[in-house]
Nanobody, 125 residues
Framework: QVQLVESGGGSVQAGGSLRLSCAASAYSHSRFSMAWFRQAPGKAREGVAAVDSEGTTRYADSVKGRFTISKDNAKTTLDLQMSSLKPDDTAQYYC???????????????????WGQGTQVTVSS
């Protein structure tokens, strides 16, 4: 059974940076589409960034230019480098994987069948 384990969350002041990492077990994730989602208190879960099985990256408008998603097939990790963090970025962040090519539907939760437990990111003003 494939498992995803996130790490790297924490508390930071506005303008700061954090790097999240997602470790995948028991498979080579080069065939998978993978993404980061987040959920703030009282809000629906939303897509943050994704990299599909062809290596194309996509981002939510709210994080473009500030966040960078990267996938290391050799280490089977998925990272999210977050810079210029804002209080609105405060949320539980989840790593997700899909056996299918997600393409422009990258932020559709239903397409992802493997999820991590999440890691908390808190940005103070």
């Amino acid at each position: 059974q494939v498992q995803l384990v996130e790490s790297g969350g924490g508390s930071v002041q506005a303008g700061g940076s954090l790097r999240l990492s997602c470790a995948a077990s028991a498979y080579s994730h080069s065939r998978f589409s993978m993404a980061w989602f987040r959920q703030a208190p009282g809000k629906a879960r939303e897509g943050v960034a994704a990299v599909d099985s062809e290596g194309t990256t996509r981002y939510a408008d709210s994080v473009k230019g500030r966040f960078t998603i990267s996938k290391d097939n050799a280490k089977t990790t998925l990272d999210l480098q977050m810079s210029s963090l804002k209080p609105d970025d405060t949320a539980q962040y989840y790593c997700a994987a899909s056996h299918t090519y997600v393409g422009t539907l990258w932020d559709e939760e239903a397409l992802y069948n493997i999820w991590g437990q999440g890691t908390q990111v808190t940005v103070s003003s």
